[in-house]
């Protein structure tokens, strides 16, 4: 059975050319943000052996294309910290919204907090709606006490921007992050290092890691399609 088809945007790592895959018949060669100017490109390669590293193609669509001296492990994991920090930042112009009512109901209330944490946990500003119906704009303070009672309980997330204000036939109120070391952990994410905290200390005792519940072992020798194999929830 295929596999379902799920869209990725690759890394730039994985169209980056290295050694002996570059087209180039000559490149421009810098090592350390120094330029070494333009070499053939055997001369090139040749250097970055002698030197222990990769000669990786950093900037393929200039003339002649430029390359660096680097280890190429190296040169991923720095692409790769760039493009976490470039996501935090995206992230931390995105607002999300949550709706509120006056007279929402306490599991309901408990899931939208829920993804407001997990939202300011991830650096982007929530903004809290209530909107007021019919009747209910004849009791405004049923509202402010939901939405006051939001705002308090996510005070070890975030912080309000400005107090809650009635415009219109609604409640507004912009929530900001914390910075992270002075934020809270998400209690998905404590949940999450307390059982691999568990699991570890059982390892160690037993020499095995536990079984988890509705989760059994697959014989490896069974005649069995291993896609076809779904998790158990």
């Known amino acids: 059975m295929s596999r379902p088809y799920s869209p990725r945007t690759?890394?730039?790592?994985?169209?980056?050319?290295?050694?002996?895959?570059?087209?180039?018949?000559?490149?421009?060669?810098?090592?350390?943000?120094?330029?070494?100017?333009?070499?053939?490109?055997?001369?090139?390669?040749?250097?970055?052996?002698?030197?222990?590293?990769?000669?990786?193609?950093?900037?393929?669509?200039?003339?002649?294309?430029?390359?660096?001296?680097?280890?190429?492990?190296?040169?991923?994991?720095?692409?790769?910290?760039?493009?976490?920090?470039?996501?935090?930042?995206?992230?931390?112009?995105?607002?999300?919204?949550?709706?509120?009512?006056?007279?929402?109901?306490?599991?309901?209330f408990g899931v939208k907090?829920?993804?407001?944490?997990?939202?300011?946990?991830?650096?982007?500003?929530?903004?809290?709606t209530l909107r007021f119906r019919g009747r209910e704009m004849a009791h405004k303070e049923f509202g402010f006490q939901q939405v006051e009672k939001f705002v308090k309980s996510l005070e070890i997330y975030a912080h309000p921007d400005a107090p809650p204000k009635l415009i219109g036939k609604g409640i507004n109120v912009m929530l900001s992050p914390l910075p992270r070391n002075k934020?809270?952990?998400?209690?998905?994410?404590?949940?999450?290092?307390?059982?691999?905290?568990?699991?570890k200390e059982y390892e160690a005792q037993h020499g095995k890691k536990p079984v988890k519940e509705g989760v059994a072992d697959v014989d490896e020798d069974a005649d069995t399609d291993a896609e076809t194999v779904e998790a158990v929830e």
């Open 10 to 108: 690759p890394s730039p790592a994985s169209f980056t050319r290295v050694n002996g895959k570059i087209r180039a018949r000559e490149v421009r060669v810098i090592e350390d943000k120094k330029q070494l100017g333009i070499l053939p490109l055997g001369d090139a390669i040749n250097l970055a052996r002698a030197r222990g590293v990769d000669l990786v193609e950093i900037a393929p669509n200039a003339n002649p294309p430029v390359c660096r001296l680097v280890d190429f492990g190296k040169y991923r994991y720095e692409l790769a910290k760039q493009e976490k920090e470039a996501r935090k930042h995206q992230h931390a112009n995105k607002v999300k919204e949550i709706q509120l009512s006056p007279n929402i109901d306490p599991h309901d």
């Open 113 to 128: 907090l829920q993804h407001a944490i997990d939202f300011l946990c991830e650096d982007m500003k929530v903004k809290v």
């Open 183 to 199: 934020r809270a952990k998400n209690p998905k994410q404590a949940e999450r290092d307390a059982d691999l905290a568990a699991e």
